[in-house]
């Protein structure tokens, strides 16, 4: 069955600091990966996508299957990108998608 | 604005009672889901539904059923309350059979005494 960890519950930098949110996976197929932010108050939206190979946000994912890692970066980050991030892990063709449990970004002024 | 519409936004019932969740979706998105998500544990998938007329158990299916008449509506009853379902709950769909992502409903708080 496939497994999504994100190591870090909360995670704090200050405003300014590279952060790098961490993702691995367990999953024997060709996955497809995402990340999503919960902002304050809002509902859950899709970041971006591995397939997409683009920047949103400033915010970069690259698909790692030596390591089975996905994990999310962005080289300054500032106070507005503070929000819960979760990372997903979807089976080729079959819709449902796998979350791991969330990690809580703080940037700090 | 599309997308998809969650109601109520919040409510507080007595343990025991009988609840119904309502999500609507505008997209005429195949598949749909119902999560709930507490601190500490991240999104945990209760039931789905791959189209209409269809559905599955997730991770955490006991205490909730769900039903897929047509395929905007797809309803969250919990018969019989306990407090332990207390959480926030996420409905959202996806075009289901390609590798889409998921839209996420603004969520119901849920807080049964």
């Known amino acids: ?109 | 604005i599309a997308g998809i519409t969650q109601a109520p936004t919040s409510q507080i019932l007595a343990a025991g009672r009988r609840m119904t969740l309502r999500c609507t979706q505008d997209m005429r998105h195949n598949a749909m889901y119902w999560y709930r998500q507490d601190l500490g544990l991240g999104l945990r998938l209760i039931h789905y539904s791959n189209t209409a007329g269809t559905t599955g158990k997730g991770e955490v299916p006991d205490g909730y059923s769900v039903s897929r008449a047509n395929t905007d509506d797809f309803p969250l009853t919990l018969a019989s309350a306990v407090p332990s379902q207390t959480s926030v709950y996420f409905c959202a769909s996806s075009e289901g059979d390609s590798n889409q992502p998921q839209h996420f409903g603004d969520g119901t708080r849920l807080s049964i005494l």
């Open chain 1, 1 to 109: 069955a496939q497994r999504v960890t994100q190591p870090e519950k909360l995670l704090s930098v200050f405003k300014g600091a590279p952060v790098e949110l961490k993702c691995n996976y367990s999953y024997s197929g060709s996955p497809e990966l995402f990340w999503y932010v919960q902002y304050s108050r809002q509902r859950l939206q899709l970041l971006l996508r591995h397939i997409s190979r683009e920047s949103i946000k400033g915010f970069t994912a690259d698909l790692n299957k030596g390591e089975t890692s996905f994990h999310l970066k962005k080289p300054f980050a500032q106070e507005e990108d503070s929000a819960m991030y979760y990372c997903a892990l979807l089976k080729s063709g079959a819709g449902k998608s796998t979350f791991g449990d969330g990690t809580t970004l703080t940037v700090k002024p």
